[in-house]
């Protein structure tokens, strides 16, 4: 299953944007998954992970209470809304196969292709 992101772009800080992830086979199939960011200099960070129904999620909590994971498993996609963006949010964001957590990043052949978040004034 191949997973491709969207939505990404160029924005003002304070802006919302809200990315896409759309799969190749049965997202249903898929079970949890979970979006990550690659902000330039620094690791891997986890967002949250939503569970196969989407009605259970889990968020981190550098970005709890401006992030909504959801899906829409008869559409094969997944969204991540982001409120309140700050140039910190800056970097490459990826949807992932599997469920995750603050300790423990979904290995990197898991992930989609990423799509590019920028924030700047």
């Known amino acids: 299953v191949q997973l491709v992101e969207s939505g990404g772009g160029l924005v003002r800080p304070g802006s919302s944007l809200k990315l896409s992830c759309v799969a190749s086979?049965?997202?249903?199939?898929?079970?949890?998954m979970s979006w990550v960011r690659q902000i330039p200099g620094k690791g891997p960070e986890w967002l949250g992970t939503i569970n196969e129904d989407g009605y259970h999620t889990n968020y981190a909590r550098s970005v709890e209470g401006r992030v909504t994971m959801s899906r829409d498993n008869t559409k094969n996609v997944m969204f991540l809304q982001i409120t309140g963006l700050s140039t910190e949010d800056t970097g490459a964001y990826y949807c992932?196969?599997?469920?995750?957590?603050?300790?423990?990043?979904?290995?990197?052949?898991?992930w989609g292709r990423g799509t590019q978040v920028t924030v700047s004034s």
């Open positions: 086979g049965d997202m249903f199939r898929i079970g949890a």
């Open positions: 992932t196969r599997g469920p995750g957590s603050a300790q423990t990043v979904p290995p990197r052949r898991t």
